[in-house]
């Protein structure tokens, strides 16, 4: 691969983490600013300190899944892995701009995902039969079970905190020890994150053989913490309090049972939706206050997008790829 190619590949995998961390900040100390525990500015260094420490740490896991699980990098020629990284990056990163634009909290590795398989099937040459459609079935799988599951821990934990948290707590240090639960479980989801996210960033780029594994999660790291820091405050404005009403216990409870959510598949090498999984718990904790606490018109909203983002990021990048071929049909 030339060197304008690599150069090229590097710049639009940074443009993709920093789209990952204006959208997903959200997911981690959402439900902290929305309870009032952390002001913004906080949340903010707190997700970027936890969130690269995820994926320098646990990023590799799910690296291997999204550079050679879906359409294998390793095995196409040069130019064709090129071509199918740039133009899968950037069909990903156009579709969650425009959701974070909107403050729509989508899911990133679906993004990425559907944007492979799309220039995967665009490229010239390479049969259907090479898309690795039991992979892309087994993650599909575990996209449905992502926010059914947070629910269901969120519902269960949630009741049992409340049962708990009072009778364990001393009333005069019940505030105080619950402010630095929400914290500790707001870095936990960070961690968790960019483990699993960082992937969506510098994947594609490990398994196309430009960058090795501890570049790949580096860099991935600090695009994500830039977008983080610079566009971050959108869709955190939506997870705060635009589901639902949050009290600092049941803020609380969704991040730890999103956390456990997302950490699980992370270990499994899956890519999964920390923004389904923050989004579940809210939903399946707001469930034990009564449907009356939930936003159902954001609710519907935020689930239509999360259905179109894997056909929309794989139309852009199927429409992109075809065009470069029919402009530079020998890209070196």
């Not at 009032?36 to 799910?62: E, N, P, S």
């Not at 701009?97 to 909290?105: D, E, F, G, N």
């Not at 079970?145 to 005069?172: C, D, K, N, Q, S």
Request: glycine content about 10%; some cysteine; charged content about 10%.
């Amino acid at each position: 691969m030339s060197t304008m190619m690599i150069v090229a590949s590097v710049l639009m995998a940074i443009g993709v983490g920093w789209s990952i961390g204006a959208n997903d900040a959200a997911n981690s100390m959402g439900t902290a600013v929305g309870s009032r525990v952390l002001t913004l500015r906080q949340a903010i260094v707190l997700i970027a300190v936890f969130g690269f420490l995820g994926a320098f740490l646990q990023g590799a896991h799910v690296s291997k899944t999204i550079g050679k699980g879906i359409v294998d990098m390793s095995a196409l020629a040069a130019a064709d892995a090129s071509r199918v990284a740039l133009t899968a990056m950037l069909g990903a990163c156009l579709w969650v701009v425009a959701a974070t634009y909107w403050k729509m909290p989508i899911s990133t590795s679906h993004s990425i995902v559907g944007a492979v398989a799309g220039a995967g099937l665009a490229l010239p040459g390479l049969p259907a039969s090479e898309i690795q459609w039991g992979v892309l079935r087994g993650i599909f799988v575990c996209w449905l079970l992502t926010p059914a599951g947070a629910a269901v821990i969120g519902y269960i934990l949630y009741i049992a905190m409340r049962w708990l948290y009072p009778r364990l707590v001393p009333r005069r240090y019940y505030r105080r020890t619950l402010r630095w639960l929400i914290i500790l479980s707001g870095c936990y989801v960070a961690f968790s994150w960019g483990a699993n996210d960082v992937a969506n960033a510098t994947g594609i780029l490990m398994g196309a053989g430009v960058l090795s594994a501890n570049v790949s999660v580096i860099l991935g790291g600090a695009a994500i913490v830039v977008g983080i820091v610079t566009w971050g405050h959108k869709v955190i404005e939506t997870i705060g309090s635009g589901i639902a009403q949050m009290v600092p216990l049941m803020a609380f409870t969704a991040q730890l049972a999103s956390a456990i959510n997302v950490h699980v598949y992370t270990v499994m090498g899956v890519p999964v939706s920390t923004s389904h999984s923050i989004v579940g718990a809210i939903f399946g904790i707001g469930l034990v206050q009564g449907m009356r606490v939930v936003n159902l018109r954001i609710l519907r909203e935020i689930v239509v997008c999360w259905v179109a983002t894997p056909f929309t990021s794989g139309l852009l990048s199927f429409v992109v790829l075809k065009i470069s071929v029919w402009l530079w049909p020998s890209l070196q």
